[in-house]
């Protein structure tokens, strides 16, 4: 990796400029933008939009989620399924034999002081 770009995924140009990237990488941030399955579908087809033709692109999302907890605060997050995210990848133009989604269940852990 040479850097880090940000952008907001809300705007159909998220990086403000036009730009291909042959990796993408997104660890639980597009997820947590919104409670809403369609807005996390408009910014996947945004991130989708710089991606290199052939490109990879790595995601990470919560599955089955509504929300997440970093000490008291309280983030967002689609809820998708496997199937959900699945086939929005489809729909976005992924193609089928390159997607691969593999679930990992976390173990929530007990802290006391």
Known sequence: ??????CDLGRTNPLGMRA?????????????ISTSKKIWHTCMRNLFDVAAPEGTLILTSLGDSGSYHVGAKCFPSANLDRDELYHSLLSLGFKKESIFVSIAPLEEEEHTS
Do not use: G
Request: hydrophobic share 35%; glycine share 0%.
């Open 20 to 32: 291909y990237y042959p990796l993408i990488t997104s660890f639980l941030c597009v997820d947590s």
């Open 1 to 6: 990796m040479s850097k880090s770009i940000r």
